[in-house]
C-alpha cells in the first residue's frame, strides 16, 4: 500500500472516450472491486477501479482524467492501494449474475474471471449508450452469456440494462453484482427489490475521496454514515436501503450534488 511510481508499458483505447492504461506493477492480491488512488502529478488525486491487476480503465471526464489522457507509454502517475473492500468471490458451482454499465464494466470483469476460475457460472448483462462504447464484451463472452442493451439500439436491446433485465428471472441467480452510472445502478436496485433478492446483490459506489483510508469522512454515505473508501466501495443491497443511491453525492466542501 505504499505509494508507488507507476510506468505507463501500454495504453489501449477501448473507445473515444475510454482508454485503458497498463502499468508497470501488478497487485497480485487484489480483491476484484477494490480501488488504487492515482496521483496525476500537478493536478489532483484520484480514486480508480483496476480492471486488472496492472491496469486501469479510464473515461475522460475532468481535469485529472484530461491530463492522464495526455500522457504516452513511458511516463508515469503515482499510484495507491488497493483500497477498500471488493466484490464477495462466489462458491463453486454458484451462478453469478454481472450488471455493468458503462465504465462500470471495468471493475466487475476482474471480479467475473476470478468468480469463473473460482468455478461460478458468469452471465453478463452489459449496456453503453451505443454498440461502439461497450467495454471489455470479449472478457465477458469468454466466461459465459453476455446479454446487451445500449440507450440508441446499435446492439442488442434498445434501452438500459433494466430492460435487458426483464427478459432474465434475476432469482435463479445466487450472486448479482452491479456497477455503472448511479443512475443506472438506483434503477437496478429498485428492480432487485421488486423482485425480492436485493439480498443477494452487491453495488460499487463512487464517491468523492480525500484521503482514500477511511480517515476524513469526506465520502460518508447517508444515513449509515459508512465509508465508501474503507466500508466499501462495494456495499450489499440491504445496506444500501434507504440511502442516498441514486439521489445525491457531496462535492469536495460536503455540499450535496443531485444525481
Not at 507509454?73 to 488497493?82: A, I, T, V
Not at 458503462?102 to 461460478?120: F, R
Not at 433478492?197 to 447517508?222: P, Q, T
Not at 443511491?245 to 443531485?258: E, H, M, P, T
Request: proline share 4%; with cysteine; net charge negative.
Amino acid at each position: 500500500m505504499l505509494p508507488l511510481n507507476a510506468i505507463i508499458t501500454q495504453i489501449t483505447e477501448e473507445s473515444p472516450l475510454v482508454r485503458t492504461f497498463f502499468f508497470d506493477h501488478r497487485f497480485e492480491d487484489m480483491e476484484p472491486g477494490q480501488f488504487v488512488m492515482v496521483w496525476v502529478r500537478g493536478v489532483d488525486e484520484v480514486p480508480m477501479g483496476l480492471s486488472r491487476n496492472n491496469s486501469i480503465t479510464v473515461q475522460k471526464v475532468g481535469e485529472a482524467t484530461s491530463k492522464l489522457f495526455e500522457l504516452k507509454e513511458g511516463d508515469s502517475f503515482g499510484l495507491r492501494g488497493p483500497f477498500g473492500k471488493g466484490f464477495t468471490l462466489p462458491a463453486k458451482d454458484e451462478k453469478l449474475l454481472i450488471i455493468a454499465g458503462g465504465v462500470g464494466a471495468a471493475p466487475l470483469s476482474p471480479y467475473a474471471e476470478a468468480a469463473s476460475a473460482a468455478g461460478a457460472e458468469v452471465n453478463t448483462v452489459l449496456g453503453a449508450r451505443n454498440a461502439g462504447d461497450l467495454l471489455f464484451e470479449e472478457r465477458f463472452e469468454a466466461l459465459g452469456k453476455v446479454y446487451v442493451s445500449t440507450d440508441d439500439g446499435s446492439k442488442g436491446v434498445k434501452g438500459f440494462v433494466t430492460d435487458a433485465l426483464k427478459n432474465l428471472d434475476v432469482a435463479a441467480y445466487d450472486r448479482i453484482a452491479v456497477c455503472g452510472p448511479e443512475i443506472m445502478m438506483a434503477s437496478v436496485f429498485r428492480l432487485l427489490e421488486e423482485k425480492k433478492v436485493l439480498e443477494k446483490s452487491e453495488f460499487s459506489l463512487h464517491r468523492y475521496f480525500k484521503c482514500g483510508i477511511g480517515v476524513c469522512g469526506a465520502c460518508c454515505i447517508d444515513q449509515s454514515g459508512l465509508r465508501v473508501c474503507k466500508d466499501g466501495p462495494v456495499f450489499s443491497g440491504v445496506q444500501l436501503i434507504g440511502s442516498e443511491l441514486g439521489k445525491y453525492s457531496r462535492d469536495a466542501s460536503g455540499r450535496r450534488v443531485k444525481i
